[in-house]
């Protein structure tokens, strides 16, 4: 049977860590949280879990992600975040994965609550999520604050049963404050990148997304929750693109440099700490 380290990444979660951690319990042989030092009883609920508890510097999720994978003491490892839960079926799926281990990752649907509601349908599900790994065999990667654990080529993943329970904003304004910052830091993101936006983008590419989330994936069957959730993702994108357009505008002027940039960005990662990216 192999060793598995649970992995968490910390930022004042002191209303949710609590239920994550007790989700593991019996499942663990090392939980690890590594906290970038919150004001709140993030730390302190933590240890009287039984975890250990580390204070990093936080400077995007993709960095905090592979230095936490980096301290863990096995190479099994879990990747959770503080507001999310295992479900009983995954917990006994991947209790069974741990006496038979066969494959470099192990993926798993993971479940929306918004604003009270579990969403089955549209963009936020199934919201398949790689996070049961042998971390040599790939690392976190991707754009800030969208990460991904990426395998390497060479590797084998399988689907495990039971899903990740993921409560996720619980008031619509919240997800709205969610949407500007984060909407500001992958467009600066993008830029860097080299991506650019354009009229097409900024009209259709929301459109389309709102058109096939909640018809072609059945969202309205979310009801009243599947259309404010859809409209806001799809208003995510046109926060993106729209800002993406207005940074490259003002490059060209002369009006915004990169190390400005660069600022800015690091400013909204330090103060925003951990962003809930939004799925789909």
Aim: proline share 2%.
């Amino acid at each position: 049977m192999i060793k598995l380290s649970v992995v968490i990444i910390t930022y004042n979660e002191e209303k949710n860590i609590g239920r994550c951690l007790e989700s593991v319990k019996g499942l663990a042989d090392e939980i690890l949280v590594v906290d970038s030092f919150s004001e709140d009883r993030t730390r302190k609920i933590s240890l009287k879990h039984g975890a250990r508890v580390l204070k990093h510097h936080f400077t995007g999720h993709i960095e905090q992600k592979n230095w936490a994978f980096g301290r863990a003491s096995f190479h099994h490892i879990l990747s959770l975040d503080a507001d999310e839960v295992l479900s009983d079926t995954l917990k006994k799926s991947i209790r069974n994965t741990k006496q038979n281990w066969k494959y470099d990752g192990y993926f798993f649907n993971r479940m929306n609550n918004y604003c009270g509601k579990w969403i089955k349908h549209g963009s936020w599900h199934p919201d398949p999520k790689l996070r049961l790994i042998d971390r040599r065999k790939g690392q976190w990667t991707g754009i800030n604050p969208h990460d991904r654990f990426e395998l390497a080529s060479v590797s084998k993943k399988q689907k495990l049963t039971g899903s990740l329970l993921h409560y996720s904003y619980s008031t619509i304004p919240e997800h709205l404050k969610q949407i500007n910052r984060y909407t500001e830091i992958i467009a600066i993101s993008y830029f860097h990148e080299g991506i650019r936006s354009n009229l097409l983008k900024i009209i259709f590419n929301p459109t389309w997304k709102f058109f096939r989330n909640y018809f072609l994936r059945l969202g309205f069957l979310d009801g009243f929750h599947g259309i404010v959730l859809n409209a806001n993702v799809a208003y995510e994108t046109f926060l993106k693109y729209i800002k993406l357009w207005q940074i490259r505008h003002q490059y060209n002027k002369g009006l915004l440099d990169l190390r400005s940039l660069r600022k800015k960005s690091e400013y909204l990662i330090e103060n925003g700490k951990l962003l809930d990216a939004i799925p789909g």
